[in-house]
């Protein structure tokens, strides 16, 4: 077979366009079915319930899939080999769970015989499947289908655009129901303890904000000069100015504010730095989370931004540039 870089990239275009046909036509066809199983996954998880997803062959990895998913935003779920399942994992099961049973074809021997079992136990099924008319679907208490006009496989024997129907309904569904649970960024990062997510999403202001020597603060009352001189021995780019009889943070010094200072005249050097500060700055407290601070500098175009305490007082500084070293962007 010639492998050309015109026939290779021509064929990887064509297999991706049927599988965003495959995409755009489940979403089209997207209606009450699929509100009912999301009602139907949100009364279970708020009963204490568990999803419980199966699968065999290509259908099995995505069920696997699926179920760690809906895991990683807080709903308790599990994969059940739908094989083993006959021999002893059943035991996995509860009375009130729900159950999504992949198939195609809603035609596979092993996940059909699954579902009398699963009923027994007083689960519900969910037909999930490309084919409406399958014995699946028939026998099951709710469907959940995605569209599949054709393969990418030119033999018509590997799963592929059927593959990536499924997984984009699963996540589809649990990212309704994600937000619809209003899972916050705390809330997710119980979930990611571990690895590169969880080391940045679990990062609080307080791991990353500078302090000390880095932290240039003066009273309202000082000149400009002796604040920029502060800021020149802190390496900062700004400073916090604070009340002086209460500590209690009144404003912030920037380079930009000192370079607008320097159009008014020679002498404003000389002149207090509450003339030119900024007043009611942007500020973050030292508990929240470093995600948070940096939505405050997308959002706000902002390089410095003050972290107070309870009392209002400033403790630290996060220098925008700080975030990449932290891998917070």
Not at 217 to 230: G, N, R
């Amino acid at each position: 077979m010639s492998l050309s870089s015109k026939t290779v990239l021509a064929r990887a275009r064509a297999c991706i366009r049927i599988e965003q046909a495959a995409l755009a036509k489940t979403a089209q066809r997207l209606g009450g079915e699929f509100v009912t199983t999301a009602r139907a996954v949100d009364a279970a998880s708020a009963a204490g319930r568990k999803l419980i997803f199966s699968g065999v062959g290509k259908s099995a990895h995505i069920a696997a899939k699926i179920a760690a998913t809906f895991n990683s935003t807080g709903v308790s779920s599990c994969f059940l080999d739908a094989t083993q399942a006959l021999h002893g994992d059943l035991g996995l099961v509860d009375e009130g769970d729900l159950a999504f049973l992949l198939s195609n074809s809603g035609q596979s021997d092993e996940i059909l015989r699954l579902v009398p079992l699963l009923k027994r136990f007083g689960v519900r099924i969910v037909a999930f499947t490309s084919n409406p008319d399958s014995d699946l679907a028939r026998n099951a208490d709710l469907r959940l289908l995605y569209r599949v006009p054709r393969e990418a496989c030119p033999l018509k024997l590997a799963p592929t655009a059927s593959t990536t129907a499924a997984l984009a309904l699963g996540d589809a569904l649990a990212m309704v129901l994600l937000e619809a649970r209003g899972l916050s960024r705390d809330d997710f990062a119980k979930y990611h303890p571990a690895g590169n997510l969880g080391r940045v999403l679990l990062l609080r202001v307080s791991d990353i904000m500078r302090t000390g020597d880095r932290l240039p603060t003066a009273p309202d009352t000082v000149s400009t000069q002796e604040a920029i001189l502060a800021m020149t021995k802190a390496k900062s780019g700004s400073i916090a100015l604070v009340a002086k009889k209460t500590g209690g943070l009144t404003g912030i010094l920037t380079d930009g504010d000192f370079r607008r200072g320097a159009l008014t005249g020679p002498d404003f050097l000389q002149k207090p730095v509450a003339m030119f500060m900024t007043r009611r700055p942007r500020v973050i407290a030292e508990d929240a989370l470093g995600v948070d601070a940096l939505r405050l500098f997308e959002a706000h175009k902002i390089d410095d931004l003050i972290v107070i305490d309870r009392r209002g007082r400033p403790v630290g500084l996060i220098d925008g540039q700080d975030l990449p070293k932290f891998k917070i962007v």
